[in-house]
């Protein structure tokens, strides 16, 4: 069956680093890969999309690379604060693109 | 409108009741999209919509949920003698396609269902 797999507990980390978060994925061939923040009580907001040909999509302090081979996403938050604290899920696109499927999400906590 | 607009915002009702939920989104949008986030949970899939028609209702727990869209804007999520495994967030998005051809989902705030 497909799955997409983010770690569910939560990653602290202390303001300043390097956050990264992984999303692995089973029995898929996404031709996409989106990456979405979550903060309580609201819905999710895109943030990065990235595409099965590109290695490396960057945005600012966010860094996401795609590796079809090993069927795994990672998502960098650089120069981490703690207004980067929040939920983040990744999402594969299947069904002539149009089908979004997420994964449970990571919620991180920088630390001041 | 500028956003994806929910209502109601909040919902409590008895077991066995029946509820709607409603979803206006950003006009101009072909697409729509229904999940369900329980407490602590992940988004579960419902249904997706592109105009009116309903390509994937695979996601729709039982018979008791069913989901229509008109006029390729306003969609309704109907869910019949409800029960409290019901209870949870419903969230809509809605989308228009990227250039690349890949579909970037704009959520509403969500309607949180409690079923008593």
């Known amino acids: 069956s497909q799955k997409i797999e983010q770690n569910s507990e939560a990653l602290n980390i202390q303001e300043g680093k390097t956050a990264t978060l992984t999303c692995n994925y089973t029995?898929?061939?996404?031709?996409?890969l989106q990456w979405y923040r979550q903060d309580p009580g609201r819905g999710p907001v895109f943030l990065l999309l990235i595409r099965e040909n590109e290695k490396e999509k960057r945005k600012e302090r966010l860094k996401v690379t795609f590796d079809t081979t090993l069927k795994q996403s990672l998502f960098h938050i650089t120069a981490s604060q703690p207004a980067d604290s929040a939920t983040y899920l990744c999402a594969l696109l299947s069904g002539g693109y149009q089908k979004v499927t997420f994964g449970i999400g990571t919620k991180l906590q920088v630390i001041p | 409108g500028a956003g994806v607009s929910q209502s109601p915002s909040n919902k409590v009702t008895e077991k066995g009741k029946d509820v709607e939920l409603r979803c206006d989104p950003i006009s101009g949008h072909t697409a729509l999209y229904w999940y369900r986030q329980s407490l602590g949970q992940g988004l579960e899939f419902l249904i997706y919509?592109?105009?009116?028609?309903?390509?994937?209702k695979s996601g729709l727990p039982s018979d008791r949920f069913s989901a229509e869209r008109t006029g390729g804007s306003v969609s309704t999520l109907t869910i019949q003698r409800t029960q409290q495994e019901d209870s949870a967030v419903y969230l809509c998005?809605?989308?228009?396609?990227?250039?690349?051809?890949?579909?970037?989902?704009?959520f509403g705030a969500g309607s949180r269902l409690t079923v008593l």
């Open positions: 029995n898929y061939s996404p031709a996409y």
């Open positions: 919509f592109q105009g009116n028609s309903a390509p994937d």
């Open positions: 998005a809605s989308s228009s396609r990227t250039e690349s051809g890949a579909n970037v989902l704009t």
